[in-house]
């Protein structure tokens, strides 16, 4: 068969042209993908650069800490239930917890609080907070992804003697407000 060529040679000038721009394509390549993998890796630094500031802005100032846990004592102390529901986050709750928060914070301290702070969670208090809870109609879980924890102790002096308790909700943040969250049904 004259005049054919054989497979995978090049045939003529134009084919040697073809095979000389795909070996300095292929040469070229490399430093282009590594270009890519650099400014991929760059958007993703400053993404989550931004992500972690984004959260530092949204996340609760000590100052705004304090005048929560403030108010809190002092409505506490003054049985002050209006105030108390108002830290409450009802928003989608179950109502049979939310009667029981209620009726819990209407109790009031009884005894002198001997100190009431927010703490950081721990790793059994994340786990706790995200797992299904048993609720008065079933299962149920915090609507709000839970910041930290408010602790309260409370010390009660008498004639018989003295006691000390202690009680823990969790916080969160909603709309800049620190927040205690009602459980609700799980979604």
Same mark, same amino acid.
């Given at each position: 068969?004259?005049?054919?060529?054989?497979?995978?040679?090049?045939?003529?000038?134009?084919?040697?042209?073809?095979?000389?721009?795909?070996?300095?394509?292929?040469?070229?390549?490399?430093?282009?993908?590594?270009?890519?993998?650099?400014?991929?890796?760059?958007?993703?630094?400053? !993404? $989550?650069?931004?992500?972690?500031?984004?959260?530092?802005?949204?996340?609760?100032? #000590? +100052?705004?800490? @304090?005048?929560? /846990?403030?108010?809190?004592?002092?409505?506490?102390?003054?049985?002050?239930?209006?105030?108390?529901?108002?830290?409450?986050?009802?928003?989608?709750?179950?109502?049979?917890?939310?009667?029981?928060?209620?009726?819990?914070?209407?109790? !009031? $301290?009884?005894?002198?609080?001997?100190?009431?702070?927010?703490?950081?969670?721990? #790793? +059994?208090?994340? @786990?706790?907070? /995200?797992?299904?809870?048993?609720?008065?109609?079933?299962?149920?879980?915090?609507?709000?992804?839970?910041?930290?924890?408010?602790?309260?102790?409370?010390?009660?002096?008498?004639?018989?003697?003295?006691?000390?308790?202690?009680?823990?909700?969790?916080?969160?943040?909603?709309?800049?407000?620190?927040?205690?969250?009602?459980?609700?049904?799980?979604?």
């Amino acid at each position: 068969m004259p005049g054919l060529a054989k497979p995978n040679t090049p045939r003529g000038r134009t084919q040697q042209f073809f095979f000389f721009e795909l070996a300095c394509v292929a040469e070229i390549e490399p430093n282009t993908v590594a270009a890519m993998k650099t400014s991929t890796k760059i958007f993703a630094v400053a !993404g $989550a650069l931004l992500l972690t500031l984004t959260f530092g802005i949204m996340a609760a100032s #000590p +100052e705004q800490e @304090k005048a929560f /846990t403030d108010k809190y004592k002092a409505a506490l102390e003054a049985k002050d239930t209006a105030t108390l529901e108002s830290f409450l986050y009802t928003q989608g709750s179950d109502p049979g917890a939310l009667e029981f928060y209620k009726m819990m914070q209407s109790g !009031g $301290a009884e005894g002198k609080i001997s100190k009431i702070e927010l703490v950081s969670l721990t #790793p +059994e208090d994340v @786990k706790k907070a /995200t797992s299904p809870m048993d609720g008065p109609t079933g299962k149920v879980c915090l609507n709000l992804k839970p910041t930290k924890k408010l602790v309260i102790k409370v010390e009660n002096k008498d004639a018989n003697g003295s006691s000390s308790s202690s009680s823990e909700n969790f916080v969160a943040e909603k709309d800049g407000k620190i927040v205690i969250p009602v459980p609700g049904p799980c979604k």
